[in-house]
Nanobody, 126 residues
Framework: EVQLQASGGGLVQAGGSLRLSCATS????????IGWFRQAPGKEREGVSC????????YYADSVKGRFTISSDSAKNTVYLQMNSLKPEDTAVYYC???????????????????WGQGTLVTVSS
C-alpha cells in the first residue's frame, strides 16, 4: 500500500525557515516522482516543487524559486522541502504526492499525481 506522511509544518515568523518531510512507503522510492503542493484558504491547490530520481528532474514554482529546496534521501525513503525566507503568502496546508516516475519530467500539475498524503499546516506570521 502506497503511503505518504507529510510533517514539519508549524508557525514561523516571516523571514524564518521550516523543513517539511514526506516519509513514504509501499513503493520503489527511486522509481517515483514526489511532488509538494499547497492549498491556502479559498485558493486552488498549486504545485510548489517536485523531484524525480528516475528522470533526474526537479521543479519549482516561480513563487518559491531561490527560497525553497527539494531533496531526497533514498535510505530513508523521504523527501524534504527546505523552506527559507518564508513569507505570509506561503501560509497554506502543504501536501506531498507521488506518481510513477519513468520519464516523467517534474511539473506542478496536481492531476499528474495519484497518491496523496495528509497535509501539514504552515503558518507564516507577518
Amino acid at each position: 500500500e502506497v503511503q505518504l506522511q507529510a510533517s514539519g509544518g508549524g508557525l514561523v515568523q516571516a523571514g524564518g525557515s521550516l523543513r517539511l518531510s514526506c516519509a513514504t512507503s509501499g513503493f520503489s522510492f527511486d522509481n517515483y516522482a514526489i511532488g509538494w503542493f499547497r492549498q491556502a484558504p479559498g485558493k486552488e491547490r498549486e504545485g510548489v516543487s517536485c523531484i524525480s530520481r528516475s528522470s533526474g528532474s526537479t521543479y519549482y514554482a516561480d513563487s518559491v524559486k531561490g527560497r525553497f529546496t527539494i531533496s531526497s534521501d533514498s535510505a530513508k525513503n523521504t523527501v524534504y522541502l527546505q523552506m527559507n525566507s518564508l513569507k505570509p503568502e506561503d501560509t497554506a496546508v502543504y501536501y506531498c504526492a507521488s506518481r510513477w516516475g519513468g520519464r516523467y519530467v517534474c511539473g506542478g500539475q496536481s492531476s499528474d499525481f495519484y497518491s496523496w498524503g495528509q497535509g501539514t499546516l504552515v503558518t507564516v506570521s507577518s
